[in-house]
């Protein structure tokens, strides 16, 4: 068995961010060749990470990345089984790694197994590469369990502090294009942080499913038999209206109070906008995630 000094285990520590133990191993079995033992360890990790697959992953944070040119974004939710891990720089740094790659890919993966396979351009290494390094040293499952992206107009991002939710925005011009200025930019930050806050259910009521609207109206219309015994039907009828309007300003995007100023809506707010502002903007997307969602 090769003699392994303590210093070449430091540096291949420093390499892999794995425990020392872990390294040495490695090295004793790599007869102290560092490029082979970096291989061992990556196999292991393989093996960690295959071990792990099946454990339940309820924990996890939600990444965004935005090019620099604010053309294009990608959101991403990983998975992880336990809160402090989801906290830890290491995979803090994962998640944005993954959000970049999918901003930036030319090869759009279909699902997550094709993801998994692709190879990350800063990194030369897989996405699935970049897991199992993670998980052989935190000792946890891990997994991208949805992603998506949005490319044109102007987007724009916010993660919450926590890292449970975060927010993309794209703006397109209401009279052709919209570049991003500071104050396009600064908008629609403004407008994430709003959605990342109320949670509306849609962009614009013709967004709403009719069977979703079906449903609601089928309640409302229930409150109300109760609350209206021996009115008119047409003052029922008026009742129910109002009840369903209140509903559309607390689901719909554009018709909600504005966080930043409640005695608005957000239409309202971007109308302001464009009137202060040189460039007229229009909200034609928004993708909201927060841990524990569905797609």
Same mark, same amino acid.
């Given at each position: 068995? =090769? ?5 070449? /285990? ?52 939600? =990444? ?34 993954? =959000? ?47 992603? !998506? ?28 294009? /919209? ?42 219309? =229930? ?66 995630? !927060? ?5």
């Amino acid at each position: 068995m =090769a003699d392994i000094s303590a210093a070449l /285990v430091k540096q291949l520590r420093e390499l892999t961010q794995l425990p020392m133990m872990d390294c040495k191993k490695a090295l004793q079995d790599a007869e102290g060749d560092i490029v082979k033992a970096q291989d061992i360890l990556r196999k292991s990790g393989a093996l960690a990470a295959a071990k792990k697959a099946g454990r339940e992953t309820a924990e996890g944070r939600v =990444a965004t990345f935005v090019t620099l040119d604010q053309k294009a974004a990608a959101i991403v939710e990983v998975r992880c089984e336990t809160a402090p891990v989801a906290n830890t720089e290491d995979f803090s740094r994962l998640c944005r790694t993954i =959000a970049e790659h999918l901003a930036t890919t030319s090869q759009w993966p279909a699902d997550v197994q094709q993801l998994l396979g692709q190879t990350v351009a800063s990194e030369g290494r897989t996405v699935q590469d970049l897991l199992n390094d993670i998980i052989n040293k935190i000792r946890e499952n891990m997994q991208p369990v949805r992603f !998506e992206r949005l490319a044109g107009g102007v987007i724009t991002s916010y993660e919450h502090h926590n890292g449970q939710v975060a927010t993309l925005v794209q703006f397109n011009g209401q009279d052709g294009g /919209v570049t991003p200025s500071d104050q396009v930019v600064q908008f629609g930050r403004d407008l994430c942080m709003h959605i990342t806050a109320v949670n509306p259910m849609a962009l614009s009521r013709e967004e709403i499913s009719a069977a979703v609207v079906a449903k609601e109206k089928e309640v409302i219309e =229930a409150q109300v038999a109760e609350q209206s015994k021996g009115k008119p039907p047409q003052i029922v009828e008026k009742m129910v209206q109002g009840k369903i309007n209140k509903w559309y300003n607390e689901m719909v995007l554009l018709e909600q109070p504005y966080v930043k100023d409640d005695k608005k809506s957000v239409q309202q707010a971007i109308d302001e906008f464009n009137k202060a502002g040189g460039q007229k903007v229009a909200v034609s997307k928004y993708l909201r995630y !927060e841990v524990g969602g569905t797609a």
